[in-house]
C-alpha cells in the first residue's frame, strides 16, 4: 500500500470515529408495562391492564359520571382525541349479574387553552358477560379513529363486588 493510500484510509478513519461520537444517542424508552398504549391517526388510546372497577351498582356510577368533579383520577381506559380536542375517559361498573356497565365522560379544550374541562358524562351502554371457564368475559369496542375501532377483552373471576378486570386486546402485546 502506498503511503498516499495509507493517509487517506487514515483520514477516512478518523472521519468516521468523529461522525459516530458525534451521531445523537437516542434516550432509552421506558415502557409501561402496566398500560396499553395504541395510536391511529394523532389518537391515543390508554388502557390499564388492571383495570379498577370502581362502581358496583348503576346508581353509583350514574352519579359519578354525571358530574363535574374537583378532581380528576386515572381512567380505566381513556381516549384522547386530536380534532376536535377531547379527553374520554372510560368507567366501568359490574353489576352483581355479571353485566358490565360502560360509563363515558367527555373532557374538551377550547381553542388555545390548554386545560380540558368536563363537558358531558353518561352511561354508555351496557355488556353481558360471556360465560367462560375462569369466570366473566366482556368484549368492548372502543372507537379510536375513523379507521379504526380497538376491542378490549376485559377478564374477572365470577365474584361480585370486582375489584378490578384483567384488559388485553388482539395484536398488543
Known sequence: MTAHRAGIL????????????????????ALDQSLIRIQSQGNELFAMREAP????????????????????????????????????????SVTNGGTLVLGERIHTRAAGERHYVFARGAILRSYPSFSVPDGWLWLVDVPLSRETTVTLQ?????????????VTTANVP
Do not use: C, K, N
Open 10 to 29: 487514515a483520514v477516512l478513519a478518523a472521519l468516521l470515529l468523529v461522525a459516530v461520537r458525534a451521531a445523537p444517542q437516542s434516550a432509552p424508552v
Open 53 to 92: 372497577v370502581a362502581y358496583s351498582t348503576l346508581e353509583q356510577i350514574a352519579t359519578r359520571i354525571a358530574g363535574a368533579s374537583a378532581t380528576r383520577t386515572a381512567a380505566p381506559v381513556r381516549v384522547i382525541r386530536t380534532s376536535p380536542p377531547q379527553e374520554i375517559d372510560y368507567l366501568f
Open 154 to 166: 376485559l377478564r374477572a373471576r365470577a365474584h361480585w363486588p370486582l375489584d378490578s378486570v384483567s
